[in-house]
């Protein structure tokens, strides 16, 4: 089968062919229908410092997120069969520490990522756990469900906490950005903020709602204006994604009293920030989020899918082949696109 193939740790990537892989007693082989670039996919290409930081698999197949047809399952798989319609869960929880025996799978203490530390779905086929295969809905397209693993990152910030008839900022317009917009204005959120310094993706962000107002951070007074629409108080709900060090300083300075803040967005350097201002006279509640809860975000997405309120499609903006993986990435890292996607099939 062709595979996207990262033979070493040079920068780049390579189209290749490789034997299917075979699947043990627990394992769901799946013919890959589409599949999803993600920026753990641009580490992977650029081979920065982070594939070191987590021990990322090299030689390996690189992509985690993706929709294709079970073809083959293991003797002891139970849950889905050949013909299957299903997208990855890409943690792959040990199933036996406290972590994972206490309903937060999510963070095993083993815990291993799809196409990280094992071989991922930049190929015609890939293998995955069972506990990893989540059936779709028959009729599914497959380009919604190759970005239901970003999606439900967003669902599960936004909605960890409350959000209907609150003020909503959002730090960072990328695709999980644009989904957590879409996620909180169907979600009943008053009004939604947007930052970002991408007028390309502020512009789809346009797209995800009736109540959004975009903000150029690099040319707009974001705190100001937030202040000034929220009547003083503040957001009662920041969704922090930019990673960056400032825009994680701007999300808290634009949380409200009594506020909470979802940080999603991985900083490659510490943020310098004043808690005593910003977190504890705010008697702000932070929370880390890290992918989606297993399986509750994934019974959202779907429930939310399942509406046909959300506008999505919008942010899948651009489609390359499997051949062409290293120009989708190049298309991702470069920004002026919303989610990628590779048509494997
Ligand atoms: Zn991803
Ligand atoms: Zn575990």
């Not at 009662?236 to 960056?244: A, R």
């Amino acid at each position: 089968m062709k595979a996207a193939y990262k033979p070493n740790r040079e920068k780049g990537i390579k189209i290749v062919d490789v034997p299917i892989p075979e699947i043990a007693a627990n394992e769901v082989l799946v013919k890959v229908k589409k599949a999803a670039i993600c920026g753990t996919d641009i580490h992977l290409y650029d081979w920065t410092n982070w594939c070191e930081n987590v021990e990322a698999k090299n030689p390996m197949i690189i992509g985690h997120e993706f929709c294709g047809e079970v073809v083959e399952v293991g003797a002891q798989v139970t849950s889905v069969k050949a013909g299957d319609l299903i997208a990855g869960e890409t943690h792959i929880p040990c199933g036996k520490c406290i972590l994972c025996r206490t309903g937060r799978q999510h963070i095993c203490k083993d815990m291993k990522i799809l196409g990280v530390h094992t071989d991922g779905v930049f190929a015609e086929y890939a293998k995955i756990p069972e506990i990893c295969a989540w059936k779709l809905l028959p009729g599914t397209p497959p380009e919604i469900g190759a970005i239901y693993e970003p999606f439900g990152i967003a669902v599960h910030g936004v909605l960890r906490d409350k959000v209907a008839g609150l003020s909503t900022v959002i730090v960072g317009a990328g695709p999980i950005g644009l989904f957590a917009t879409n996620v909180a204005n169907i979600s009943g959120a008053r009004q939604i903020f947007v930052l970002d310094v991408n007028e390309y993706r502020l512009k789809l962000a346009n797209k995800m709602g009736d109540n959004i107002l975009t903000l150029n951070s690099k040319k707009d007074e974001v705190a100001k204006i937030i202040s000034e629409e929220t009547e003083g108080r503040g957001a009662d709900v920041v969704i922090e994604l930019s990673g960056s060090v400032e825009g994680t300083r701007t999300a808290f300075e634009v949380l409200g009293k009594g506020g909470r803040i979802s940080l999603i967005g991985l900083h490659s350097r510490e943020v310098p920030l004043d808690l005593v201002n910003n977190v504890i006279y705010k008697e702000a509640t932070v929370y880390g989020i890290t992918g989606r809860e297993m399986f509750n975000s994934w019974y959202q997405t779907e429930n939310l899918v399942k509406t046909g309120k959300l506008n999505i499609k919008e942010v899948l903006t651009h489609e390359f082949s499997l051949e062409e993986v290293e120009k989708a990435i190049l298309m991702a890292k470069e920004g002026n696109c919303g989610k990628v996607i590779i048509a494997v099939e």
